[in-house]
């Protein structure tokens, strides 16, 4: 079933028009319409080609609702099918899906698809049984922890800029450590090692449109005194003709390791005093320096002043050359959303089919190029000083941005010209090729002094056990039975004890989230939380997005998450194997769904699909999962790796796109330690 765009008959043109801007010519958009002639019922009017041309042809009144616009009447109204319809179930149906008033996706007839997770049941893919995994490539050389991290001494950033200043001027950025917060500041510290090795940090600032002589500079560290040194950065205003907001961000980093961010504000303006002062507008986020497994290459990407523009920097405890200028790239025509938004709608729409492979090659060449330039001469680097070391290279990426696939990006001669760094058996993909994570800025500090998500994500946890929610579908909820998703959750609750089942139904699932659910009278006590069921987003409802549960309409989304005591206290790994759950469309696209949500919920990881995936195959990928990573102890990322490998080590025609649907947050070395009871 292909996803809809729906419209409201009762919207402005000009905000249709902004729509079908951000929509591809082969979308499938409908128009939903109350029918004056009945209370509550709804009319749908699929929108053609020449219906497009009616909506953005010139001389209309852009105030004119779009229902006026076309014409619509209640003759030509097309035909829909309920999501219970049998038609519907059997795949015999061709046309719009409705479930009440809301649109579904759009069905086309093929009663031989398989299930899928969601209630996009992507009729157009043709399902086979997971093939038997092929000789995997060798492993990754485990990950050799350096000696454990010294004691640290607190300290805040310094970052002092004008307050405002006039075009074309040039001003300096002075940048340092103090001992308390800067006004304007909200208190955070950054931890940093008290090691007499430790002689400096690194210091990087990002000024959109303003010119910057040198973006990288070292920081000389006195543990005893972190006020002693200061450096300074020469920046020239931008020519503006009226008032201005600009933005100064500065990261700090050790031994290749981010350890902080911070920025100010400043203002550009014609009347700009000569001696304005300091800026106390601005804010930092810190980050704890508690990492044993340096990162051979961390990427942090930063929106610009648009939400198609990313600011690029770059950190590596290798001796590298870093780019000592701005880096700054922009999605030409689209914003970050739509962008994201339209690649996985096409992922989705190809699963299972022959074109799977071409239409990969082509969104990952599209990712690769809205990299930043440096990107791929930097990872060519630390690659060939991690292969001599025998195993491959760890990339996390700390992203503002968390909408964009990156680890869709093509990785052929195009972008990685030493070929005998990359795995020819595996895709050309970055997720396939290296051990990569991603995470989010942390959060904002509390008056307890908690950020959630954390300052940089954990690289080891203890697993006691795992909670296992299994949504059971039946016929009177019109959705189609997982049975695949039961298996799975007898396997998982069977080989790792202890474990607790739980019924995706909402009294349960409320009980586990509230951190009150007990299992033979005892409190759950688990680290891992695992969900095989059903998931939706749909753009046009917010309320109706999030993991479906069994028995109720509600879904378990982002407020709900947020809320949750068992995510605090745990700080658990989540496992959502549902579809369309690590990010949405819309607004709530922004901030990247109920992966946000989870990690601002203390989530330690987080692991879920972008777009629909097989249900038997998500079973396979789940089960492997925790057998390589529980069991055999090794690296999440890694593991993540090789899985998405599977799509051509696994399946020779290379059309089950299910292996490269799965996004992880979370460190690159990430180990899980089972505790065993008795």
């Known amino acids: 079933m292909d996803p809809v765009v729906v419209l409201d008959a009762t919207m402005t ?5 902004a729509a079908l801007d951000l929509v591809g010519p082969t979308e499938m958009v409908v128009v939903r319409r109350r029918d004056p002639r009945a209370t509550g019922a709804i009319l749908w009017y699929p929108l053609e080609e020449w219906d497009r041309e009616r909506v953005m042809a ?3 009144d852009p105030e004119m609702p779009l229902g006026e616009s076309l014409d619509l009447h209640e003759h030509g109204a097309s035909e829909v099918r309920q999501l219970t319809d049998p038609e519907v179930a059997g795949g015999q149906w061709s046309g719009l899906v409705v479930d009440g008033g809301r649109a579904v996706g759009w069905m086309v007839s093929n009663p031989q698809a398989g299930p899928t997770r969601g209630v996009d049941f992507d009729v157009e893919s043709h399902v086979s049984r997971m093939a038997p995994p092929a000789a995997p490539p060798p492993a990754a050389a485990p990950l050799t922890p350096a000696p454990l991290a010294a004691p640290t001494v607190e300290a805040y950033p310094r970052v002092d800029v004008p307050e405002a200043v006039a075009p074309k001027t040039a001003f300096p950025v002075v940048v340092g450590l103090a001992k308390e917060a800067q006004l304007g500041v909200q208190g955070a510290i950054m931890n940093l090692p008290r090691d007499p090795a430790t002689s400096h940090l690194t210091v990087q600032i990002k000024a959109e449109s303003f010119t910057v002589d040198q973006v990288r500079q070292d920081l000389p560290f006195d543990p005893d005194d972190v ?4 450096v300074t950065f020469h920046l020239t205003a931008p020519d503006v003709s009226r008032p201005w907001q600009g933005r100064i961000e500065v990261e700090y980093s050790f031994n290749g390791l981010l350890v902080g961010t911070a920025w100010r504000e400043l203002l550009v303006t014609p009347d700009a005093p000569a001696e304005a002062p300091t800026s106390t507008s601005g804010g930092e986020v810190a980050v704890n320096l508690d990492q044993s497994v340096p990162i051979d290459l961390t990427v942090s ?6 939400d198609s523009t990313f600011l690029w920097s770059f950190v590596s405890h290798h001796p590298v050359e870093l780019p000592n200028e701005q880096v700054i790239t922009r999605i030409e025509g689209k914003t970050a959303e739509s962008f994201a938004l339209h690649t996985i709608r096409e992922m989705a729409q190809v699963d299972g089919s022959e074109t799977a492979e071409l239409k990969l090659d082509g969104i990952a060449t599209q990712i690769a190029d809205n990299m930043g330039p440096p990107f791929w001469p930097l990872l060519a680097e630390v690659w060939r000083i991690a292969k001599d070391a025998g195993r491959l290279p ?24 030493d070929r005998s760094l990359v795995d020819p058996t595996a895709p050309q993909l970055l997720g396939a090729q290296v051990i990569v994570g991603r995470w989010r800025p942390a959060g904002p500090e509390t008056p307890s002094k908690v950020r959630r998500p954390s300052a940089t994500p954990v690289e080891s946890m203890t697993v006691k056990g795992l909670a296992v929610v299994v949504g059971e579908f039946g016929p009177s909820s019109g959705m189609k039975s997982l049975k695949e998703a039961k298996e799975e959750g007898v396997a998982l609750t069977d080989t790792y004890k202890p474990s607790v089942w739980v019924k995706a139904i909402d009294s349960e699932v409320a009980m586990l989230l509230k951190g009150t659910l007990t299992d033979r009278g005892e409190p759950v006590d688990a680290q891992v939380l695992h969900v095989a069921s059903h998931g939706e987003v749909d753009p046009d409802s917010p309320v109706n997005s999030g993991v479906v549960l069994s028995n109720s309409s509600i879904r378990i989304d982002e407020s709900i998450v947020i809320g949750s005591n068992f995510t605090k206290a745990a700080k658990p790994l989540v496992f959502l194997n549902c579809c369309q759950l690590a990010t949405q469309s819309g607004g709530a696209l922004i901030e990247g769904g109920l992966a946000a949500a989870f990690l601002r919920a203390g989530a330690s990881a987080f692991i879920a699909p972008l ?3 097989n249900d038997t195959i998500a079973k396979d990928t789940a089960l492997a999962f925790y057998d390589e990573t529980m069991v055999k102890g090794r690296p999440v990322g890694d593991v993540m790796r090789e899985l998405r490998a599977r799509f051509t080590t696994a399946f020779p025609k290379h059309d089950q796109t299910t292996p490269l649907a799965y996004a992880y947050y979370g460190h690159p070395g990430l180990i899980l330690s089972r505790q065993e009871t008795t």
């Not at 043109?13 to 028009?17: E, G, H, N, S, V």
């Not at 990407?301 to 648009?306: C, V």
Request: hydrophobic share 50%; glycine share 4%.
């Open 13 to 17: 043109l000009a905000a249709a028009r």
């Open 301 to 306: 990407i930063s929106r610009g002043e648009d």
């Open 227 to 230: 006020t002693a040194n200061l």
């Open 58 to 60: 010139p001389g209309l």
């Open 394 to 417: 760890t990339v996390l990426l700390v992203s503002q941005e968390s909408l964009v696939p990156w680890e869709l990006a093509a990785t052929d001669d195009e972008y990685i010209v």
């Open 611 to 613: 777009w629909n995936v």
